[in-house]
């Protein structure tokens, strides 16, 4: 029964070829609106399928979702697939097909009984349904998550039972929530091996098992900032006392663990510079150190893409999870750029220090050098490494092509009005050798650049963006020379001409006569 409605179903959602990402619900409502699942619905209002417990619905489609991808794990490790004899004569497989055998699995909405393919030599060890594993992923964080609620062992038997049709014994439960215990432990005596110039202690009051009880307690945390920027746990102890002793406890052990070593220990801190608290900072802790402190020039974020939405137009729209990272790993963008800026923030969240925000005008991010401390949080949240730390010039002045698209020129002017072509007459005009052509793009080395600002009124697409500055007056071409006549060409050249005919001859003054 339930095979037979689901083919409908499989065949609508093949025929739609649109080419959007959509999410399951977006999926489920449109095969509502067509009617694909009234067959479906129909089956399910006579009693005739069950949705809940053994042999219910989603289970049995969780079944044949399962048996699907063991036997394309199967095809993948043999090399040929079911009833492929020539391909399987052919190609000389060591290893054979040797039938399958039920397995039943404790699954979030139930039980499912699922074939698991074999192979002759016992070789093949599926991934998506592992050896000597009777849980599909998913039970084990609904037990930890019901256990750290306060329900008991017990009580978490009786509701998988009622609920999804799991039928777990309480050693097994036991089993997980202990294998869960250990891992925290050995996290929370894992060694320490970053520099955090900046640590918060914190507490915040969450409900503990304690035996049979699950009263409140105190859980004091320790969150370093590294010197990239970025936040770290480097433990949580729950303690009901959380005075001055504690806390020096807390310290001391994080030291034992290595936070330590990553400053005190090194003979050399020129290595390590805080983006945050900048030079000065550096060098007050050198000199309570004894050591000499890091030389670093300031840095700014700096996004490089100048495609905005007047200028880069879309080609298609996206409809899935408004992340960078998401979308970049499924397909190039909604232009025709697979290069430019995404839009939707990755750089924004990654920020902690509110200096990026989202332009809604040109669809791109937008930097403010006064709040940015080039903790490069940004640059590694941007999949498209469009973002890079560049020099802070005095009064926030700038040179640099905002492109990164590595097209040749035709195809970037299709895509986008303000892309770098690679012509290169902004590597011709530049004296100091800063500009360089690599790959069809310009790249403008701010160490070399001495904001001459030539190569702006150079570039024919509009891509070298100028900051803080006004740009150079454009100076008007010379217009052009008149044509010169044959007889002056000739005359140039040296070549005497032949007088015309009602012409004068000219008489030199030697030779003109005297009046006597």
């Not at 401390?373 to 949240?381: F, L, P, R, S, Y």
């Amino acid at each position: 029964m339930v095979t037979e409605a689901v083919k409908p179903m499989a065949g609508d959602v093949a025929g739609n070829d649109n080419g959007a990402v959509t999410d399951s619900r977006s999926l489920v409502d449109s095969l509502v609106a067509s009617g694909a699942l009234d067959p479906l619905f129909e089956r399910i209002d006579g009693g005739r399928i069950e949705l809940t417990g053994d042999g219910g619905l989603p289970g049995e489609l969780t079944r044949v979702a399962l048996e699907r991808g063991l036997q394309a794990e199967t095809t993948s490790h043999l090399g040929y697939a079911p009833g492929d004899g020539g391909s399987k004569a052919s190609g000389g497989h060591a290893n054979l097909r040797n039938g399958s055998c039920p397995k039943t699995l404790s699954t979030p909405v139930g039980e499912a009984a699922v074939q698991v393919p074999h192979g002759r030599d016992g070789s093949f060890a599926p991934r998506l349904v592992p050896r000597r594993s009777g849980r599909l992923g998913g039970l084990d964080e609904m037990i930890i998550s019901l256990y750290a609620g306060g329900m008991t062992v017990r009580g978490i038997q009786h509701h998988l039972e009622k609920t999804i049709g799991a039928d777990l014994s309480p050693e097994t439960i036991s089993n997980i929530t202990d294998a869960v215990s250990d891992a925290v432990l050995e996290w929370q005596e894992r060694p320490l091996d970053e520099f955090c110039p900046v640590l918060y202690l914190d507490a915040v009051r969450v409900k503990v098992r304690d035996n049979s009880r699950v009263p409140p307690k105190a859980a004091h945390i320790a969150i370093g900032v590294d010197m990239d920027g970025f936040k770290h746990v480097p433990g949580v102890w729950v303690q009901d006392d959380g005075g001055a002793s504690f806390w020096a406890h807390v310290c001391a052990e994080m030291a034992n663990r290595g936070m330590a070593d990553a400053l005190v220990k090194q003979d050399d801190i020129s290595a390590l510079f805080c983006p945050v608290g900048g030079g000065d900072c550096m060098k007050a802790v050198a000199a309570y150190l004894g050591k000499s402190a890091p030389e670093k020039e300031p840095q700014v974020a700096t996004v490089r893409c100048g495609g905005t939405c007047d200028k880069r137009p879309r080609t298609n729209e996206y409809n899935g999870a408004r992340s960078c990272a998401v979308a970049s790993s499924l397909y190039v963008g909604e232009t025709g750029c697979a290069f430019g800026c995404l839009g939707f923030g990755d750089c924004v969240v990654s920020c902690a220090f509110d200096a990026i925000r989202m332009n809604p005008a040109t669809g791109l991010p937008e930097v403010d050098p006064d709040k940015c401390t080039a903790c490069g949080a940004c640059v590694k949240a941007c999949p498209k490494m469009i973002i890079e730390l560049r020099k802070k010039w005095p009064k926030n002045r700038a040179v640099y092509v905002s492109c990164v698209s590595k097209d040749k020129g035709a195809v970037v002017m299709k895509a986008c009005k303000a892309g770098c072509i690679g012509c290169g007459k902004c590597q011709k005009v530049c004296a100091f050798g800063a500009i360089t052509i690599e790959n069809n793009l310009a790249y403008i080395d701010p160490q070399k650049c001495k904001l001459c600002r030539k190569c702006v009124n150079e570039c024919p697409t509009g891509a070298i963006v100028l900051a803080g500055m006004d740009p150079l007056p454009k100076v008007p071409k010379a217009p052009a020379a008149p044509k010169a006549s044959p007889a002056a060409k000739e005359a140039s050249a040296g070549v005497p001409t032949a007088p015309d005919a009602g012409a004068t001859p000219a008489v030199s003054a030697a030779e003109t006569p005297k009046a006597e």
